[in-house]
């Protein structure tokens, strides 16, 4: 695979340093929201990664300890002396660390439709809380280009086979179901496809080729599996008559064409509408896991020569509580060679947080639905990411939110 190498700049000035481990940090997810603020501010910024949790090292100024002090953010002020001493030893050989330049504020687009309801999905939760901006974007705006627009995108829990999420079992006699469906196939009529399935594919297939050109892409639960199913049915109707009207094609599952897909191979449909299941990538019916002994662990990466799963896998812990969604974890034998596993439960031997390359872009799938409340269900309120806000959980997503401000240095095989 390929990786990003970066290169810190020396910090001539006094610094702010935003430390990111368990005992030092009062509010981890609003600390993201400063890097960013920092980053939009053009101030210089090192993420000393594995130091202290992930540390922030930004040049000091007024305004910023300001903003630290009313997001309730900690933070120290820190000597020239003591900036450089941290570098020092971050570059140690010894010392499984590294400080990676951030240099831009990465454009945020968050791919849902009209009102679709904020709180609930993670990552835009996630961004609000931390008050980090971003634009909303759907279906017209992808094919006609927007994408170009942005450095990162996240995936809603989208259906992108078209099956309306599978649950046409429990809620297809739902006014929100039946309103949906309507919304989705009046969509795809206005923007000139006679069937829904057929418009979700041009649309995943417009992702596909914003990642392939450079973009950063980052999906979770149902949104990773069905994108790539998506993918390898071009072509292929695998969607039954109560979702498109028509039979599905026969045989459909030896047509799959695996060499589409991002992350997934050899995996097997499932076939009846009545299962709420896409296929054999979720390992959600296969799990054995009690709720109380349900964690997962981040995997350990050189921070000098794997610095983009190091930064990935930023925490103040290695044991993340575990949460379920429509795709919890991800079924390993059903990943390619190509992916990087980042986070995985041994004990039920399953993939949990994957990440990997495509043409010049980067994707990360992230499996379940809120790292805050372990089984999400249609309906349930809204987590308040205020009494969450040391989240080991939500950190991994706002790891990637900050992926794409890092400064590349060079590439190596």
Not at 81 to 89: M, Q, R, S, V
Not at 144 to 164: G, I, P, S
Not at 325 to 335: C, K, V
Request: net charge negative; with cysteine.
């Amino acid at each position: 695979m390929l990786f990003l190498f970066f290169s810190p700049d020396t910090i001539h000035a006094s610094s702010i340093l935003i430390p990111m481990d368990a005992k030092n940090q009062a509010n981890h997810l609003k600390a993201y929201g400063i890097t960013y603020y920092a980053l939009a501010n053009g101030l210089q910024i090192q993420w000393l990664l594995n130091y202290q949790g992930g540390s922030f090292l930004i040049s000091d100024t007024e305004s910023l300890r300001k903003e630290c002090q009313i997001r309730g953010v900690s933070f120290e002020v820190v000597s020239d002396a003591k900036a450089e001493a941290i570098l020092e030893e971050i570059q140690s050989p010894s010392q499984n660390m590294e400080a990676m330049v951030l240099e831009k504020a990465p454009r945020i687009a968050v791919y849902a439709p009209q009102g679709n309801k904020p709180w609930d999905d993670a990552v835009t939760m996630a961004l609000t809380y931390a008050e980090i901006p971003y634009e909303t974007i759907y279906d017209e705006e992808v094919l006609n280009d927007a994408l170009v627009m942005y450095d990162w995108l996240h995936l809603h829990h989208e259906d992108f086979t078209y099956q309306y999420g599978k649950f046409y079992r429990n809620y297809r006699t739902t006014p929100w179901y039946i309103q949906e469906k309507a919304e989705a196939e009046a969509l795809a009529g206005k923007l000139g496809y006679s069937k829904v399935s057929e418009e979700k594919l041009a649309v995943a297939l417009k992702i596909r080729n914003y990642v392939i050109g450079g973009g950063f892409m980052f999906a979770m639960c149902s949104a990773t599996d069905s994108f790539d199913i998506a993918l390898a049915a071009e072509g292929v109707d695998i969607a039954e008559p109560m979702f498109d009207g028509d039979p599905s094609e026969p045989g459909y599952q030896a047509k799959l064409d695996f060499s589409n897909t991002f992350a997934f191979t050899d995996f097997v449909l499932e076939r009846s509408p009545m299962v709420y299941e896409f296929s054999s990538i979720d390992m959600t019916s296969k799990r054995q896991v009690p709720m109380d002994g349900d964690y997962f662990t981040l995997m350990e990466f050189s921070a000098k020569w794997d610095p983009v799963p190091t930064m990935l896998n930023q925490n103040h812990t290695v044991l993340v509580k575990g949460f379920m969604g429509q795709t919890t974890a991800f079924d390993p034998s059903t990943l390619k060679p190509t992916v990087l596993v980042l986070s995985e439960n041994k004990l039920n031997g399953e993939a949990r947080y994957i990440h990997g390359i495509k043409g010049q872009g980067f994707f990360t799938f992230y499996g379940g639905h809120d790292p805050e409340d372990y089984q999400h269900r249609v309906g349930d309120p809204k987590t308040e990411l205020e009494l969450h806000p040391n989240s080991p959980g939500y950190r991994l997503i706002l790891n990637n939110v900050l992926f794409p401000a890092a400064k590349k240095k060079k590439q190596k095989t």
